[in-house]
């Protein structure tokens, strides 16, 4: 009589009660659409799950698509970014549609949602949650790495891994240094508007007619007339858009106007003449009547700002509207997609003809706006350079908020820290310079003196008496540049540099197995990220590693934190005892995924197959095994 797996591993599969959790997981994966898994539900287990399949089943694809819904960028570092963009895109086709379910930290369920080319929303009880953060709120700080990313250590890596170990963090600094950086940018546009005036209006003029003869086709399909609720949408958006902008460019403009005359009005009226006072009291008194005008306006300011705030609160109505088509919208694509396939007509997308039409709008818009004669603005400069002062305030803000990160992170007991400096990424500023003054003849051991004085171009420009004098017969035609990529040089943040070491050596001077071993366990080690998504974690890693240290760690944690893990090791999911196992096949254009516990008889034998070779392939080489076992053992 065969013995039940559940009595030689009791431990591990009887318990007294169900267990509960008190991390967030993922529940299932839904996939909607004409794309390879179209139609298709996994179920996940809030513990070990691991996909399994020959290359091409699909494995990588699944991992690709929750990592899309779940908007976890890929780093700056990752191979094979387009060929994991083209999964998802393969995955969905146009209009296809993710959908995650998830419970939170405290038993909440969620729903997360992405359309391909559309943000993710997140929904409870059907109910739209708008402002949700995914990584925050429903998955606690979920953790993405793909095939080889911790073994590619190479320039930048470590600036990678800080990213995805700081989860959202940072997010409310970054969002404040958007906008400190567009603030510089509306400042120096202004300056070099009037110069820019000519060649934008031909850049435009060519992207209207590009666009207008690309639609000739589309509309040989029908595809406008299809796509017609939806596009009259988006335009009347865009319009409104248009409209509240130039309401408050409007009101921005006037409140200028009033800061630049209200004073030196006001103040004429205290003049005394010691000859002619009879004259000036009569002159003052019909000048009363230029102030009183003056104070129309202050009132009519005031009393927009008001119409300004309630056309703000009917645009979002509007959006909101909007947002509510999305499904019918996507379920439009989803069918079009379909006509244009049996059509011939694969090449034309849904999606790329909205892009088009959004195009020729804007360009449309743009050559209008350009038409029109353009305002010189005063005092520019002392207004860039407190926008700079602030944005370099942003900047020291961000990378505090780091510095506190790091330093609970090397609080971990681990042989592996990192360490940071501020702007210190002098190779990084002379490369940036380099590639803007291309074509100026100025020598690179100039270009590193600059780089080498400055902490960053913002302390070039504010410096600028310094400058010329470090630069000398050189000073012309670099600031000549300078002025030019101004855009490009005030709003580039210096890079700081990360410094990761293992057994206080930087990480570059260890062999590759061991910076992927101590990368690897380093990240699990954090016990921070509730959800940890891999690709293929074996890639670097000998079998000895993966047991003694990998799955140890895993067997461990596993309670508090969900792995989601696609494999060619047998070890991740036999020894790692996983409680579920996704073997995958690709049939007939579609992605198969065939789901079950460890224990169960189908599951083990498409282990044996996929990934010991078959059964006679295991047999003989359990065989070998025994034959190498000492004869006293």
């Not at 809030?46 to 990588?60: F, V």
């Not at 666009?211 to 958006?237: N, P, S």
């Not at 959800?531 to 461990?556: A, F, H, M, R, S």
């Amino acid at each position: 009589m065969k013995q039940s797996s559940a009595l030689w591993d009791k431990e591990a599969r009887v318990r007294p009660v169900q267990p509960g959790y008190t991390h967030s997981y993922i529940r299932k994966v839904s996939f909607e659409g004409a794309g390879t898994l179209g139609g298709t539900e996994i179920f996940l287990s809030p513990e070990l799950n691991t996909l399994i399949g020959i290359r091409g089943s699909g494995k990588s694809s699944i991992l690709e698509g929750i990592r899309y819904a779940l908007n976890i960028s890929f780093g700056a570092k990752a191979s094979d970014i387009d060929y994991k963009e083209g999964l998802v895109k393969h995955l969905l086709h146009s209009g296809g549609k993710i959908t995650i379910d998830a419970i939170d930290r405290r038993g909440q369920p969620y729903q997360v949602r992405r359309i391909l080319g559309e943000r993710p929303d997140v929904f409870v009880n059907g109910q739209l949650q708008p402002g949700v953060s995914i990584r925050e709120t429903v998955l606690h700080q979920p953790i993405y790495f793909g095939q080889k990313d911790l073994s590619s250590t190479g320039a930048g890596f470590e600036k990678d891994l800080i990213e995805k170990l700081v989860g959202d963090a940072l997010v409310p600094v970054r969002e404040k240094i958007k906008q400190g950086q567009h603030n510089v940018l509306d400042a120096i546009h202004q300056i070099k508007r009037l110069n820019r005036a000519v060649s934008q209006k031909q850049e435009w003029t060519q992207k209207q007619q590009d666009a207008q003869f690309q639609l000739k086709f589309y509309q040989q399909h029908g595809v406008e007339t299809k796509l017609q609720k939806q596009i009259d949408f988006d335009r009347d958006e865009r319009k409104a858009q248009q409209v509240v902008l130039g309401a408050d460019n409007y009101l921005s403009e006037l409140n200028r106007f009033i800061a630049n005359f209200e004073d030196e009005l006001k103040n004429q009226v205290l003049y005394k003449s010691p000859q002619n006072k009879p004259f000036f009291d009569d002159f003052f008194t019909t000048y009363q009547s230029l102030l009183a005008g003056f104070d129309s306006i202050k009132q009519v300011v005031t009393d927009s700002q008001v119409t300004l705030q309630q056309l703000r609160e009917k645009l979002f109505g509007f959006s909101e509207q909007k947002l509510s088509l999305k499904e019918e919208f996507a379920e439009i694509e989803r069918k079009l997609a379909g006509e244009l396939k049996k059509a011939g007509a694969q090449a034309i997308s849904p999606q790329e003809f909205k892009q088009l039409k959004s195009l020729l709008d804007q360009a449309e818009q743009m050559l209008q706006v350009l038409a029109k004669s353009e305002q010189q603005y005063s005092d520019l400069g002392e207004t860039l350079g407190k926008e700079l002062d602030g944005l370099d305030k942003l900047w020291s803000e961000e990378y505090r908020a780091i510095e506190q990160i790091l330093d609970k992170i090397n609080l971990v007991d681990s042989p592996l820290k990192i360490r940071s400096d501020f702007k210190a990424s002098k190779a990084a500023m002379l490369k940036h310079i380099q590639d803007l003054f291309r074509g100026s003849r100025i020598r690179e051991i100039t270009l590193q003196s600059v780089v080498d004085e400055f902490q960053d171009f913002g302390a070039m420009w504010r410096e600028k008496d310094q400058l010329k004098s470090l630069l000398g017969g050189s000073f012309d035609t670099f600031w000549q540049y300078f002025e030019d990529k101004l855009d490009s040089l005030l709003t580039w943040q210096v890079p700081n540099t990360y410094t990761i070491e293992y057994h206080n050596k930087p990480l570059a001077h260890h062999s590759l197995g061991q910076r992927a071993s101590a990368l690897m366990l380093f990240v699990l080690s954090q016990r921070e990220n509730d959800v940890v998504i891999i690709d293929q974690p074996e890639d670097d890693l000998d079998n000895q590693t993966i047991y003694d240290d990998v799955i140890k760690l895993i067997q461990e944690l596993k309670p508090k934190t969900q792995f989601i893990f696609a494999t060619h090791n047998a070890n991740i999911p036999v020894l790692g005892d996983a409680e579920l196992v996704i073997a995958c096949e690709y049939l007939d254009d579609k992605v198969q995924p065939n789901s079950g516990s460890i224990d169960c008889c189908n599951i083990q034998q498409r282990i044996v197959s996929v990934m010991e070779g078959g059964t006679e392939t295991f047999e003989k080489r359990k065989q070998v095994y025994e034959a190498w076992k000492p004869q006293n053992s």
